[in-house]
C-alpha cells in the first residue's frame, strides 16, 4: 500500500506562534493532498484541496490566510497553522490521492496541535 | 444538498458478525469508500465499491446499491482490535469525497 507521512506527530505551541506541518507521500506521486482536521469524537472535516503547483481549493468557513497550504512538489505538501490560538487545538490530518486503481486517499498518521 | 448516514454507535460480541450501513445523497457518484479510524490514529482505507454488489476481502465485505443509495460493511469473526470508528465515504461527480460521521463500533468480549 502507499504510505504517507506526516511531521511533527505532535506539537506545543504558545498562543501568537506559527506551526508548519509537513506531509510526504513516500513511495507514490500526489496528485492531489488534501488536509483535514478532526475534533475529539467528530468526523473528519476537509480544510482544503491541492493539487501540485497551483494554489489550494478551500473549504467555505476555512480562512485561506490563516491556514497557508503549499504544494510544491507531488511528495510534499506543508500546512502552516499561522498566529495560532487555543481555538486552533485539533487533530490535522493530511492525504494524497496520485495514480491509484481506485482513487483512494492514503492517510498520513495526524499532527496533534495543542496552543497553550 | 449532499448527505451520509451512518449510526452513531454499535456494539457487538466478540466472535460474532455486524453489519454497518450507509446510505447517501450526492452530486453524482463515483465509487464509495470505507475507512477504518482506531482512537487517535489516522484512517485507514479497507474498501471500494463503484458497481453494484458484494467486495470480499478476508472477514470484511463491502455491498453496494447505487439505486437504492444504500451501502454495508460486514465485519465477520469479529476481533477485540476491530473496535474502532467506521467511516463510509462517497466520492461525488467532481471527485470530492463526502464524509459520513463515522460509527463508532464497541466489541465487548
Known amino acids: 500500500g502507499a504510505v504517507v507521512s506526516q511531521h511533527p506527530s505532535w506539537v506545543i505551541c504558545k498562543s501568537g506562534t506559527s506551526v508548519k506541518i509537513e506531509c510526504r507521500s513516500l513511495d507514490f506521486q500526489a496528485t492531489t493532498m488534501f488536509w483535514y482536521r478532526q475534533f475529539p469524537k467528530q468526523s473528519l472535516m476537509l480544510m482544503a484541496t491541492s493539487n501540485e503547483g497551483s494554489k489550494a481549493t478551500y473549504e467555505q468557513g476555512v480562512e485561506k490566510d490563516k491556514f497557508l497550504i503549499n504544494h510544491a512538489s507531488l511528495t510534499l505538501s506543508t500546512l502552516t497553522v499561522t498566529s495560532a490560538h487555543p481555538e486552533d487545538s485539533s487533530f490535522y490530518i493530511c492525504?494524497?490521492?496520485?495514480?491509484?486503481?481506485?482513487?483512494?486517499?492514503?492517510f498520513g498518521p495526524g499532527t496533534r496541535l495543542t496552543v497553550l | 444538498g449532499q448527505n451520509i448516514d451512518q449510526p452513531t454507535e454499535m456494539t457487538a460480541t466478540e466472535g460474532a458478525i455486524v453489519q454497518i450501513n450507509c446510505t447517501y445523497q450526492t452530486s453524482g457518484f463515483n465509487g464509495l469508500f470505507w475507512y477504518q479510524q482506531h482512537a487517535g490514529e489516522a484512517p485507514t482505507f479497507l474498501s471500494y465499491?463503484?458497481l453494484d454488489g458484494l467486495e470480499e476481502k478476508g472477514r470484511f465485505s463491502s455491498f453496494l446499491s447505487r439505486s437504492k443509495g444504500y451501502s454495508y460493511l460486514l465485519l465477520k469473526e469479529l476481533q477485540m482490535k476491530d473496535s474502532a470508528s467506521y467511516l463510509c465515504?462517497?466520492?461525488?461527480?467532481?471527485?470530492?469525497?463526502?464524509w459520513g460521521a463515522g460509527t463508532k463500533l464497541i466489541i465487548k468480549p
Open positions: 492525504s494524497a490521492s496520485g495514480d491509484r486503481e481506485y482513487n483512494e486517499q492514503f
Open positions: 465499491n463503484v
Open positions: 465515504a462517497v466520492m461525488d461527480s467532481n471527485y470530492q469525497l463526502i
